[in-house]
């Protein structure tokens, strides 16, 4: 399928500059991404929510608890637990991630002004909003198949 192809290609792109990183730092790609995730999306900051929101497998749950506790031995990732509720344990970065996470930065600029280029700044946001609408439709096609699922 062309769409799912030329996906792959940009993942490859990514994950050979993230890599780059990852090599740098000692680090996983799973490890970096979670690092990536927690500082890019702050308010997302469970175990919970770093699979829901990544649309990992619950597979992906245990691999990613683990990697925490790797990041936390590594001194970049601290949880917190919550005093009202045991199970709800925020996961906050720390500063020594901070070096990764500017490397990071980096990495994810570099990525977009080469995969960007050439565009003008009416072409970036015409892809932005198609991309998003094909998104919302491959949500919608998993939320009814999910609902559809349940009723068998």
């Known amino acids: 399928m062309y769409f799912w ?3 792959k290609t940009i993942t490859s792109y990514y994950e050979l500059l993230s890599g780059e990183v990852c090599d740098r730092y000692g680090l996983t790609q799973m490890e970096y991404d979670i690092l990536m995730f927690l500082h890019n999306n702050p308010q997302h900051n469970t175990a919970a929510e770093i699979v829901k ?3 990992s497998t619950k597979s992906h749950v245990s691999t990613s608890l683990k990697k925490l506790k790797k990041l936390e031995n590594k001194g970049l990732v601290e949880r917190i637990q919550s005093e ?3 199970k709800h344990i925020e996961i906050v970065l720390l500063d020594k991630a901070e070096l990764i996470v500017e490397a990071g930065i980096n990495a994810q600029k570099r990525f977009a002004q080469n995969v ?4 003008t700044e009416e072409e970036k946001h015409m892809c932005i909003n198609v991309f998003d609408k094909i998104c919302n439709n491959a949500e919608e096609c998993l939320r009814e198949y999910r609902e559809n699922s349940d009723e068998r």
């Open 5 to 7: 192809d030329k996906h």
């Open 53 to 55: 929101v990544r649309k």
């Open 84 to 86: 009202d509720n045991k």
């Open 116 to 119: 960007l280029r050439g565009l």
